[in-house]
């Protein structure tokens, strides 16, 4: 069981973002990331979309044996994570929690900022895991659809990101939070002009890097841990022509992906196991 991969999935290039920390903190294990670049974005789209299309990547990873599933995508974490959970076996972690943990662990003032997709924001999903945590503590949220393209395009660093996020993040300075939680794939490339704006005094929280550590603690705990010092292959998969993943993937991979291929779900799945399938 220890020997089977970590499967991974997000909606497009952005989780490459949380596999880049899932190698970090786990370079001996083999992975199998698959980027929905066909059907991205999910962060415009309703809970029942995201629901049934996450539905039909795990499906897809379960049948490639994996040992343990991350989903990468924050909007699939914030509105699908449960149902999986319920659906399949093995350990499912998603990107919700281990962030949310982390904010309440680094607040000093008792007031967090989350930022994500529309979806994810409008899930209340962080909120709801913050104050589960600790109820005392205020959380205060912004949608900033805007910056997923701008990663994508690599405008990290000019004054239209500066720009956006001013406006974006304004408000939420003003409010006076001392931790921000970047809660979407694509946030941490643009860590350092969201850190400018926000000032010293506020601490940025990667749930990409609590995700990996949160990883890492289960396998430990369920003995699934390949021997360190072995070193993982990764395999990447897409469901559009993998030509634009690939531009953009090395960026976000901070190093050099390995061979891309495209994957047709529908045809992948096994007789009866679509996603038109009720459960
Ligand atoms: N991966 C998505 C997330 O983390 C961002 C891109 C999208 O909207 O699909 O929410």
Request: overall charge negative; hydrophobic content about 40%; aromatic content about 6%.
């Amino acid at each position: 069981m220890a020997w089977k991969a970590i499967g991974i999935f997000d909606s497009g290039v952005g989780g490459l973002t949380v596999l880049k920390e899932v190698v970090r903190a786990l370079p001996q294990e083999d992975t199998i990331y698959l980027g929905d670049t066909a059907r991205v974005p999910y962060g415009t789209k309703s809970p029942e979309t995201v629901i049934r299309y996450s539905r039909q990547i795990a499906r897809y990873l379960m049948g490639r044996d994996i040992k343990l599933l991350v989903v990468a995508c924050n909007t699939a974490s914030a509105v699908a994570l449960a149902a999986l959970q319920q659906e399949f076996p093995i350990p499912i972690v998603g990107v919700i929690e281990p962030g949310a943990r982390a904010a309440a662990e680094v607040t000093v003032s008792g007031k967090v900022g989350v930022i994500g997709t529309a979806a994810t924001i409008g899930s209340s999903a962080y909120t709801k895991a913050i104050k589960r945590i600790n109820p005392d503590i205020e959380v205060v949220t912004r949608p900033c659809p805007l910056f997923v393209p701008l990663a994508e395009e690599g405008w990290v660093d000019n004054e239209v990101a500066r720009l956006t996020a001013r406006i974006y993040l304004g408000e939420l300075r003003e409010q006076g939070v001392d931790t921000l939680v970047l809660g979407c794939t694509h946030y941490p490339i643009l860590k350092e002009v969201i850190a400018e704006v926000m000032g010293p005094g506020v601490t940025l929280v990667d749930s990409a890097e609590q995700t990996a550590l949160t990883v890492a603690r289960i396998l430990a705990e369920q003995e699934l841990l390949r021997p360190a010092g072995e070193k993982g292959n990764h395999h990447y998969y897409v469901t559009d022509v993998p030509a634009g993943f690939i531009r953009v993937g090395n960026r976000f991979l901070g190093g050099r992906l390995g061979d891309v291929y495209q994957v047709d779900l529908e045809q992948e799945l096994p007789e009866g196991g679509s996603d038109e399938e009720a459960h």
